[in-house]
């Protein structure tokens, strides 16, 4: 009677826990709980990423700066990069996709509920080792990419042991360490890639666990009628994404723990000196660096192609070239690898070939621009902050393309590779496009997510500072490369013709924060309403607005029978001609 009276005890306790204000949090295994712990984690690290920036660009203002020292430099420049990808993007993406991919497909829950939580807190314990890193004074400091043999064990110098070596291992160990040496130019690692490696290798298996998630989800488990073509953009872009996770990831993974048995089991992958090839890792990294560039971005063009349409009053145009061109895109992203590396001396036939596959890249790319920009034509278009952010997205992207195929241009590649070109165009890819699109899809969703309407005057605010700040903080970049600004800089002479351009670049980046600020303070003021937003405060298209803001635990009372592309719209719109041009 006293065991079963323990028991029964226990099992109270345990109910009691489970059901608390913040163990019903810890414990749970509901999609939206677990989207929204994404996403606010996620935003933190943004918040650190951010402040990391600020004192980047600080640093950078004036010329002969002093704000921080080279070796703090090589720190925050790395983790900056580091945290912006692995710690925001990729794990809000992941957030969005937990909360929204079920309810736009009819479904009750992911599929795996259980790995759905571990995935998440894999990626809380991830972040926290690599914010750690910070405390033991060992934060990576060989840039996000860890080129090695930066990250050896043993010290490493751009003239150290390569008299005994050829002439092609001494260009191709010169190039490597040339490229991406940090700014005291001789390099000596401790525990910092430790951190890197252990904390990146954590950080994969939690966004493996999310895709294989995903895709069993998407493919599985969609509400009777809802066809593989009649399926929300968004939701294709996340199953593309989750199938690039599974194939790109495994390359970083290996690429890593080579590196880790160079530094500690006495093996020489990387060693030119022994033997090694330096080059294999940027082969091995790139494998998935670039497959993890639209990781990034095809998740915001499922955004921007549920945003545009429903704030222009129509069906997208080309709802199949929009879906298919993720799938090629994804193909093709496997292939175009080696254009971060045409300056390490490839044969002249590789850098060819990847010259091509880079431009054939661009073409499913712009295109679906194309398609975004036919949407708005001649719609009933509503200037929202949802919009406005969708429609900055398209902008920003578009200048971040074109330099993007710019850089496919081999001699011109050759003479901007590694400077501040580079670092303009990414900044206008992920920021001019991820970021931008990921705040049209918070306007858009936060009345779902939370049952209350943020304030549309401060998202206005936010979007022209930002559409101020961005440009002036990434556009000056273009030029500072073309002047032959490095990348990694940790500061610079005067009358390099560099001073007002950086100064630019600088107050940009703080009107990108004020922006952020002011975001801040529009959260603050509608979490603390009470939640009266509508189920469909949009007229909108899919799935998700058919339940109540926020939904239920179940989603929805009965799984709705889906006849068409937009079947919310159609049921509240029944004689519109366009659901028969759908069909």
């Given at each position: 009677m006293?065991?079963?009276?323990v028991?029964?005890?226990?099992?109270?306790?345990?109910?009691?826990?489970?059901?608390?204000?913040?163990?019903?949090?810890?414990?749970?295994?509901?999609?939206k709980?677990?989207?929204?712990?994404?996403?606010y984690?996620?935003?933190?690290?943004f918040?650190f990423?951010g402040?990391l920036?600020?004192?980047?660009?600080t640093?950078?203002?004036?010329?002969?700066?002093n704000?921080?020292?080279?070796?703090?430099?090589?720190?925050?420049?790395?983790m900056?990069?580091t945290i912006?990808?692995?710690?925001?993007?990729?794990?809000?993406?992941t957030g969005?996709?937990?909360?929204?991919v079920?309810?736009?497909i009819?479904?009750?829950?992911?599929?795996?509920?259980?790995?759905n939580?571990?995935?998440?807190w894999l990626?809380?314990?991830?972040?926290?080792?690599?914010?750690?890193s910070?405390?033991?004074?060992?934060?990576p400091?060989?840039?996000w990419f860890?080129?090695?043999?930066l990250t050896?064990?043993?010290?490493?110098?751009l003239?150290?042991n390569?008299?005994s070596?050829s002439?092609?291992a001494?260009a191709?160990?010169a190039?490597s360490?040339?490229?991406?040496a940090p700014?005291?130019?001789?390099?000596?690692p401790?525990a910092?890639?430790?951190f890197?490696?252990?904390?990146?290798?954590i950080?994969?298996?939690?966004s493996?666990?999310g895709?294989?998630?995903?895709?069993v989800?998407?493919l599985?488990?969609?509400?009777p009628?809802?066809?593989?073509?009649?399926?929300?953009?968004f939701?294709?872009?996340m199953?593309?994404?989750s199938?690039?996770?599974v194939?790109a990831?495994p390359s970083l993974?290996?690429?890593s723990?080579?590196?880790?048995?160079?530094?500690?089991?006495?093996?020489?992958?990387?060693?030119?000196?022994?033997g090694?090839?330096?080059?294999?890792?940027?082969?091995l990294?790139?494998s998935?660096?670039?497959?993890?560039v639209?990781?990034?971005i095809l998740?915001?063009?499922?955004?921007?192609?549920?945003?545009l349409p429903?704030?222009?009053?129509k069906?997208?145009?080309?709802?199949?070239?929009?879906?298919?061109?993720?799938?090629?895109?994804?193909?093709?992203?496997?292939t175009?690898?080696?254009h971060?590396?045409?300056a390490?001396?490839?044969?002249?036939?590789a850098?060819?070939?990847?010259?091509?596959?880079?431009?054939?890249?661009?073409?499913?790319?712009?295109?679906?621009?194309f398609?975004?920009?036919?949407?708005?034509y001649?719609?009933?278009?509503?200037?929202?902050a949802?919009?406005?952010f969708?429609?900055?997205?398209?902008?920003?992207f578009?200048?971040?393309?074109?330099?993007?195929?710019?850089l496919?241009?081999?001699p011109?590649?050759?003479?901007?590779?590694?400077?501040?070109?580079v670092?303009?165009?990414?900044?206008?890819?992920?920021?001019?496009?991820?970021?931008?699109?990921?705040?049209?899809?918070?306007?858009?969703?936060?009345?779902k997510?939370?049952?209350?309407m943020?304030?549309?005057?401060?998202?206005?605010?936010?979007f022209?500072?930002?559409?101020?700040?961005?440009?002036?903080?990434f556009?000056?970049?273009?030029?500072l490369?073309?002047?032959?600004?490095p990348r990694?800089?940790?500061?610079?002479?005067?009358?390099l013709?560099w001073?007002?351009?950086?100064?630019?670049?600088?107050?940009g980046?703080?009107?990108?924060?004020?922006?952020v600020?002011v975001?801040?303070?529009?959260w603050?003021?509608?979490?603390?309403?009470?939640?009266?937003?509508?189920?469909?405060?949009?007229?909108?298209?899919?799935?998700?607005?058919a339940?109540?803001?926020p939904p239920?635990?179940h989603?929805?009372d009965?799984?709705?029978v889906v006849?068409s592309?937009r079947p919310?719209?159609?049921?509240?719109?029944?004689?519109n001609?366009?659901?028969k041009?759908?069909?």
């Open positions: 006293a065991v079963g009276s028991a029964t005890r226990g099992r109270a306790a345990r109910r009691s826990w489970t059901q608390s204000a913040i163990g019903s949090w810890v414990t749970t295994t509901d999609h709980k677990i989207g929204i712990m994404y996403i984690t996620a935003f933190f690290f918040l990423g402040v920036a600020l004192i980047i660009r640093q950078l203002a004036a010329a002969n700066n704000l921080v020292s080279p070796e703090a430099y090589d720190q925050i420049f790395t900056h990069a912006m990808i692995f710690l925001f993007m990729m794990p809000i993406w969005f996709g937990n909360y929204l079920p309810l736009m009819g479904a009750r829950d992911m599929a795996f509920p259980r790995i939580a571990l995935g998440y990626f809380l314990i991830g972040g926290i080792v690599l914010s750690l910070f405390v033991f004074n060992s934060a400091n060989a840039g860890s080129y090695a043999p050896e064990a043993t010290p490493t110098c003239v150290q390569v008299a070596q002439v092609q001494q191709a160990l190039a360490t040339a490229a991406q700014a005291q130019g001789c390099f000596s401790g910092n890639p430790d890197w490696i252990v904390g990146i290798n950080l994969g298996i939690a493996l666990t895709a294989i998630n995903f895709i989800t998407i599985r488990m969609r509400a009628g809802l066809t593989i073509n009649r399926m929300p953009l939701s294709w872009m199953m593309v994404t199938f690039l996770l194939f990831l993974t290996v690429a723990f080579l590196l880790l048995f160079d530094r500690h089991l006495g093996t020489h992958f990387y060693q030119a000196g022994f090694g090839d330096p080059l294999l890792w940027q082969h990294f790139w998935f660096g670039h497959p993890e639209y990781i990034l998740p915001a063009f499922g955004i921007i192609s549920e945003v429903v704030f222009s009053g069906p997208i145009f080309g709802y199949t070239f929009v879906a298919w061109s993720g799938v090629t895109i994804g193909f093709l992203s496997f175009v690898w080696a971060h590396m045409f390490v001396g490839l044969p002249p036939l850098q060819a070939f990847f010259a091509s596959s880079t431009t054939l890249i661009a073409i499913p790319t712009a295109v679906k621009i398609n975004w920009v036919a949407t708005v001649g719609g009933r278009i509503r200037f929202t949802a919009m406005l969708g429609l900055g997205f398209v902008g920003m578009l200048i971040g393309g074109l330099n993007g195929a710019a496919a241009v081999v011109f590649d050759y003479q901007v590779t590694d400077t501040y070109f670092v303009s165009h990414i900044h206008y890819v992920l920021f001019g496009g991820s970021v931008m699109a990921l705040f049209a899809g918070i306007f858009y969703w936060f009345p997510m939370s049952g209350r943020l304030n549309e005057g401060l998202g206005q605010i936010q022209w500072l930002w559409m101020v700040g961005l440009n002036a903080a556009f000056p970049m273009h030029i490369g073309i002047l032959g600004m990694r800089q940790f500061t610079y002479p005067p009358n013709g001073d007002g351009l950086n100064f630019l670049s600088t107050i980046a703080y009107f990108i924060g004020l922006g600020l975001f801040l303070v529009n603050i003021i509608t979490i603390s309403k009470k939640p009266t937003a509508p189920s469909d405060p949009w007229d909108a298209f899919t799935l998700e607005w339940t109540t803001s239920p635990v989603n929805f009965t799984i709705p006849r592309r919310v719209y159609d049921l509240k719109h029944p004689d001609p366009d659901w041009n759908e069909h």
